[in-house]
């Protein structure tokens, strides 16, 4: 099988403590057979190697090569927007580590921008401390624009939540990089190494999963173990191109050597920039004037 996925962890793999059936034979299934893939996931908090060991104990032999998360996107954009900058940061271990291993300083005072992930630890002086440095001029950056994240116990606020409060406050609208951000759906292909046409999403939730690989050009695999329910896939103005109860019904075909998915109308749709120097080789740039 050519390709490899980008798939989403809670509501595809397992839900809380629980792996959901089929999930550990067909990530076995993907080992065993190289084929290429990462887990994708909107949380924050906890850093790559926190996930990897997560997936381990419920059962997944998975490395932390296998992770990305909106906060490895948030740290590497940054780095590229404005390299060795610095930060006001709400949010938890993953965020920190991520800005810190991409060269970012966290300050109190005077910050480049003002990012918000999740976190448990919220004050109203944070909150008041965010606003004005925003009014003073720091950019307001969001890992993810999820309004609330499932628990054992429940639903808490998410990051979304958090930045729509600085939004009203400060009359600013930040800028997010996690699902479906194409920032974070573009580096986790080319992480991988895919063209456009080789890449498939599989998620649980059609505002972040599905809607990033639709927007980017991938295909698209909606599980029902989740958050998104059947009935509720009329009110879309998009479709997966796969709806499945749950990921145990992709086992099947892999264990059999067969397409998930049929190949797609053309083989070549792909949005990798071109090499610039390249580019200009072929481009008027390099030709002499007149």
Same mark, same amino acid.
């Given at each position: 099988?050519?390709?490899?996925? @980008? ?24 080992? $065993? ?9 909107? #949380? ?11 997936? #381990?104990? @419920? ?11 909106? =906060? ?5 954009? @940054? ?40 976190? $448990?630890?919220? =004050? ?99 599980? @029902? ?20 109860? =749950? ?33 200009? $080789? ?9």
């Amino acid at each position: 099988m050519q390709g490899g996925f @980008l798939i989403d962890m809670d509501g595809v793999l397992y839900r809380g403590t629980q792996l959901i059936p089929g999930a550990e034979q067909f990530i076995n299934l993907l080992l $065993r057979r190289n084929i290429p893939f990462l887990f994708l996931t909107n #949380n924050s908090q906890r850093t790559r190697r926190d996930v990897a060991i997560k997936l #381990n104990r @419920l059962g997944m032999p998975i490395e932390e090569k296998h992770v990305f998360t909106c =906060s490895m996107a948030t740290a590497r954009f @940054l780095a590229k927007q404005k390299p060795n900058g610095t930060a006001y940061v709400i949010g938890e271990g993953g965020l920190l580590q991520a800005l810190h291993q991409n060269g970012y300083a966290i300050v109190d005072k005077s910050p480049d921008y003002v990012i918000i992930g999740e976190g $448990r630890t919220l =004050s109203f002086e944070m909150l008041e401390a965010a606003v004005q440095m925003i009014l003073g001029g720091a950019k307001l950056i969001a890992t993810n624009m999820d309004p609330n994240c499932p628990t054992q116990t429940g639903t808490r606020p998410g990051c979304g939540a958090i930045v729509a409060l600085l939004e009203r406050a400060t009359g600013t609208y930040a800028f997010s990089l996690g699902k479906p951000s194409p920032i974070m759906m573009r580096m986790a292909r080319k992480q991988l190494g895919l063209a456009t046409s080789e890449t498939i999403m599989i998620g649980d939730t059609m505002e972040t999963d599905i809607l990033g690989g639709v927007q980017m050009g991938y295909r698209t695999i909606l599980v @029902l173990s989740g958050s998104t329910k059947k009935e509720q896939l009329a009110a879309y103005a998009y479709r997966a191109d796969l709806v499945i109860p =749950s990921i145990q019904s992709l086992c099947s075909p892999l264990e059999a050597g067969h397409a998930i998915l049929p190949p797609p109308a053309s083989s070549d749709i792909d949005d990798t920039p071109m090499d610039l120097s390249q580019w200009t $080789r072929q481009s008027h740039l390099s030709r002499p004037a007149g």
